[in-house]
């Protein structure tokens, strides 16, 4: 099981960028599909993207297609997303998870991390 922490969020103007990291402790890190999700305030969770263990990514979300990009980096255990074009749309926090292949998300808390709030604000 992993246990994962999320950074790297904050207070960015409109057209920013930032580059959120999920840094996993625990065994067999490569060996899962990584997926970002998003909550924006009274609304549900929701898929922005995944990556699986052998690094094919699907992009769920449709209103940062072209603007998202993920990766991982199993040497550190850290999966990363990189987000351009930031609006004050894309305000929320942001999760990561874990699962055994994308799509196939537990709903348990212990799968995912605290997450980290991303504000796009002028």
């Known amino acids: 099981q992993l246990h994962l922490v999320e950074s790297g969020g904050g207070l960015v103007q409109p057209g920013g960028s930032l580059r959120l990291s999920c840094s996993a402790s625990?065994?067999?890190?490569?060996?899962?599909?990584l997926a970002w999700f998003r909550q924006a305030p009274e609304k549900e969770r929701e898929a922005i993207s995944c990556?699986?263990?052998?690094?094919?990514?699907?992009t769920y979300l449709d209103s940062v297609k072209g603007r998202v990009s993920v990766s991982r980096e199993n040497a550190k255990n850290t999966m990363y997303l990189q987000i351009d074009g930031l609006k004050p749309e894309d305000t929320g926090r942001y999760f990561c998870?874990?699962?055994?292949?994308?799509?196939?998300?537990?709903?348990?808390?212990?799968?995912w991390g605290q997450g980290t709030q991303v504000t796009v604000s002028s």
């Open positions: 998870t874990y699962a055994v292949t994308c799509g196939t998300w537990w709903s348990d808390d212990a799968f």
């Open positions: 625990g065994s067999a890190f490569e060996h899962f599909a």
């Open positions: 990556i699986n263990a052998g690094n094919l990514v699907t």
